[in-house]
């Protein structure tokens, strides 16, 4: 039996097309279930397994590197 991870992602409007790719390419189940208009973001629910645990991480730094960006830029 396989075990599936749940996570959910706050995903800034700028790097959506990023994250989107990266889940293309790693076939990463998800679905859009949320957006913040004042925050810009839009949540996703990813599901996947240990083997695409790489894969995620990679789109979580993509998503720290854009916060970091906006961040820095309303300073």
Do not use: C, F, H, W
């Not at 959506?16 to 679905?31: M, R, T």
């Amino acid at each position: 039996m396989r075990k599936i991870y749940v996570r959910e992602l706050q995903v800034p409007e700028d790097a959506i097309l990023e994250v989107a790719s990266l889940l293309s390419e790693n076939e990463i189940e998800n679905q859009i279930t949320g957006a913040d208009e004042g925050e810009e973001t839009i949540t996703l629910e990813i599901r996947y397994e240990k083997e695409e645990k790489d894969a995620v991480s990679e789109i979580i730094d993509l998503i720290d590197e854009y916060e970091t960006d906006i961040n820095e830029d309303e300073d």
